[in-house]
């Protein structure tokens, strides 16, 4: 039986599509890195701020970040913010502080307000496009968001990294990282689901950094126990990786990391003495430590790796390697994700 899927990875500034076919090399196969769904959907916001014109979004929760800011540009500039429960939802668990906002949480929007769908995935988008190309979408699409979780009254990065910590008490796999059914609690994941599946798909969920990290082990430069790294955008998750399981790790905003920082932290995380309020009271979401292994190989991924390979500070730890799976580092996460979905 062959296998086909369709993967995709999201991310804060991209999102990163590859088509895996069984009869398809690797190097031969369809895929595309594009805006994510945050920055379309924020564009799409500001377009109708210019035009002068309220707003109307409508469809699943979905990633904030760019979205969320073209929202409260909308609002600054005294036009009207109307939104679906679940759309409204993008900017906050709480749905009184996004009310307080001024975002008006109730449907029909008001004549003439353009209406603008939420979503973390557009597949009649994906479908034309592959489409134009004579590329039919197969049925299994594995999708990898990064999950806040629901957190009303709570930090986020602190419900996010529970869940994160709770997968390594479980054993720590990376593949246990994705499901066919997520926990409740990972808003963002089931609304992917939700989505996928009202037209008809089988999805699998699977969140962004553990798909990367996993991803990156498939480069055959990785020795086991390894340190693992995804310099996303957004964020940038560590981690020492042994025989495919997650024994340490933590979780930190990009932006906020200088080499410095970085190097301070790496090196706790290595020796096994970095501590959950060190990264979480800094404002990243936090570590966890099961183990600690002197690691035998560092592998960096992710768009905003070359800076801090550039620093120099990742050689105290070792030769860097920057992964590339496939001999693409923009699909490591769709080959983590793959590699999940094939061993589920």
């Not at 949480?105 to 209406?115: L, M, N, T, W």
């Not at 995935?121 to 496009?129: R, Y």
């Not at 959950?276 to 430590?289: L, P, R, V, W």
């Amino acid at each position: 039986m062959t296998m086909d899927i369709l993967a995709v990875d999201v991310g804060a500034g991209t999102q990163d599509i590859f088509l895996y076919q069984d009869e398809v090399p690797l190097e031969g196969s369809a895929k595309a890195v594009l805006p994510s769904q945050t920055v379309v959907v924020a564009g799409r916001i500001d377009q109708a701020r210019l035009q002068g014109k309220d707003i109307f979004l409508r469809g699943p929760t979905m990633g904030g970040g760019a979205s969320t800011s073209a929202i409260k540009r909308h609002l600054d500039s005294g036009l009207k913010v109307y939104a679906t429960p679940s759309a409204a939802a993008t900017v906050n668990d709480d749905l009184s502080r996004v009310a307080s906002m001024g975002v008006m949480i109730r449907e029909p929007a008001s004549p003439g307000a353009v209406e603008i769908t939420t979503g973390d995935i557009d597949l009649p988008a994906l479908q034309t496009a592959f489409g134009l190309f004579g590329v039919n979408l197969p049925k299994d699409i594995a999708v990898a968001v990064q999950d806040h979780g629901f957190s009303p009254g709570r930090s986020n990065r602190q419900v996010r990294f529970e869940y994160l910590a709770s997968k390594i008490m479980a054993g720590g796999r990376l593949e246990s990282f994705g499901s066919v059914s997520p926990p409740g609690v990972m808003t963002r994941m089931n609304a992917v689901k939700g989505y996928l599946q009202d037209l008809g798909f089988r999805p699998f969920l699977m969140d962004t950094g553990p798909a990367a990290l996993l991803g990156a082990t498939l480069d055959p430069r990785f020795k086991s126990p390894g340190l693992v790294i995804n310099f996303g955008n957004g964020h940038t998750i560590a981690a020492i990786v042994d025989d495919k399981r997650m024994i340490a790790l933590f979780e930190h905003h990009t932006s906020d990391l200088t080499p410095a920082k970085l190097s301070f932290f790496l090196d706790k995380l290595c020796k096994g003495t970095l501590t959950n309020s060190e990264i979480f009271d800094d404002g990243g979401h936090g570590a966890y430590i099961e183990e600690a292994e002197k690691v035998r190989s560092v592998l960096v991924t992710g768009p905003r790796r070359e800076s801090f390979i550039a620093s120099g500070v990742l050689k105290d730890f070792g030769q860097v390697v920057a992964a590339a799976p496939g001999g693409d580092m923009m699909i490591t996460g769709c080959l983590g994700l793959i590699e999940a979905w094939g061993r589920a």
